[in-house]
């Protein structure tokens, strides 16, 4: 449920939606969600309150059985277009032979970017969402159980296109991973600051589409930086393979981190 936007809010006569994990479909109960308050908005905020609460007691939970286990987790997200996926393709063919990889891929819909991820002969679970606009980390607990990863993996969490609810929701991840791309513009940052702030690194995606666009990447650098003073950006094009190897140095720089770690 998303206490901001009410994307799980029940729809005609309380209709049930669907989310789909690795295939298989189960249907959740209408939310229920509590009057519309006459004055102030009390109610509203203490259901925003109760919602991320119960989300980030289940997100801890999943931090620390991924620490345990020496598993990097990151929680790529963007606008819908940006180019996640070609992104994590091409990330699962040039790192496999060095760390086992395992995807969760979060819809609205179809399991379509599971197939592609599939493809690469990774393994994919799809965690479709109906309605919802966002994963939460009940869905990705959910999903780990079918991915059975070994000790000292990477974790890609490909989550919904939307740069908006997305940022309020821990999964119990160790970074959030901004994808923005050069036909979305310089200012995307401070349209979208919540999520710039809540990410470690943003990736400018299609930067081989810059000189055809007249796109300023350093605009789009200090507009980052002017949300969050501490966000490395890096330029990368997942097509053509421009600035990848910084990409991968970043992740083998948390892979390290988390093997240094001491146990739990």
Known sequence: MCATCGCSAPGPEGERHEH??????HAHPPARLAPWPPVGGRRILALEQ?????????????????????IVALNVVSSPGAGKTTLLER?????????????????????????????????????????GCHLDATMVREALGELDLPRGALLLVENVGNLVCPALFDLG?????????????????LKYPHMFRASSLALLNKIDLAPHLGFDAGRLAACAR???????????????????????????????????????
Do not use: F, M
């Open 91 to 131: 990330t699962i063919r040039d790192l496999a032979a060095e760390v086992p990889i395992g995807v969760i891929e979060g819809d609205q819909e179809t399991p379509l970017d599971a197939d592609r991820i599939r493809a690469t002969g990774c393994p994919a679970v799809q965690v479709n969402t109906g309605r």
């Open 173 to 189: 991840e160790r970074a959030k991973v901004v994808v923005a791309s050069t036909p979305e513009g310089e200012e995307k940052p």
């Open 20 to 25: 789909e994990h690795g295939g298989a479909a």
């Open 226 to 264: 002017q949300v969050n003073p501490r966000l490395e950006v890096l330029e990368v094009s997942a097509r053509r393979g421009d600035g990848l190897h910084a990409w991968y140095a970043w992740i083998r720089a948390r892979l390290a981190e988390a093997r240094a770690a001491p146990p739990t």
């Open 50 to 70: 109760e919602v991320l609460g119960k989300n980030d007691r289940v997100a801890a939970e999943t931090r620390a059985w991924l620490r345990a286990r020496g």
